[in-house]
Nanobody, 122 residues
C-alpha cells in the first residue's frame, strides 16, 4: 500500500528553522506532484506549497514565499519543506499530499500523510 509519512516537526523558537520530510513508500509508478498543507487549531486547512515532481517546479503560498523552500529527491521518493524564519503564526500540523500513479495502473490517486506538529514559541 502507498503511504506518505511526514517527519521533522518540532518545537522551535521564532526565527528558527526546520526541515520537514515526506517519505513515500509502497509500490508506485510515478509521483506527479507533492503538496504541503497546514492546519492550526480551529482553522481551516491551508495550502502552503507544491512541487511538480518531474520538473521540480515549486509554488508557494504568499504567507510563506521567501521563507520556505520545497524540494524533492526523486531517487528516495521523498519530498522536503525547508522552513526558515519561523514565526508563531506558522504553528500548525503540517501535512503532505501527493498525486501518484499506482504501479501497473493509469489511475491517479491522491494520498495524505498523517501530519507532523510544528510549534513556534518562545
Amino acid at each position: 500500500q502507498v503511504q506518505l509519512v511526514e517527519s521533522g516537526g518540532d518545537l522551535v523558537q521564532p526565527g528558527g528553522s526546520l526541515r520537514l520530510s515526506c517519505d513515500v513508500s509502497g509500490t508506485i509508478a510515478r509521483i506527479t506532484v507533492m503538496r504541503w498543507y497546514r492546519q492550526a487549531p480551529g482553522s481551516e486547512r491551508e495550502y502552503v506549497a507544491q512541487i511538480f515532481w518531474s520538473t521540480e517546479r515549486p509554488y508557494y503560498a504568499n504567507s510563506v514565499e521567501g521563507r520556505f523552500t520545497i524540494s524533492r529527491d526523486n531517487f528516495k521518493n521523498t519530498g522536503y519543506l525547508q522552513m526558515n524564519n519561523l514565526q508563531p503564526d506558522d504553528t500548525a500540523v503540517y501535512y503532505c499530499n501527493a498525486d501518484i500513479y499506482n504501479h501497473g495502473s493509469d489511475r491517479l490517486t491522491e494520498y495524505w500523510g498523517q501530519g507532523t506538529q510544528v510549534t513556534v514559541s518562545s
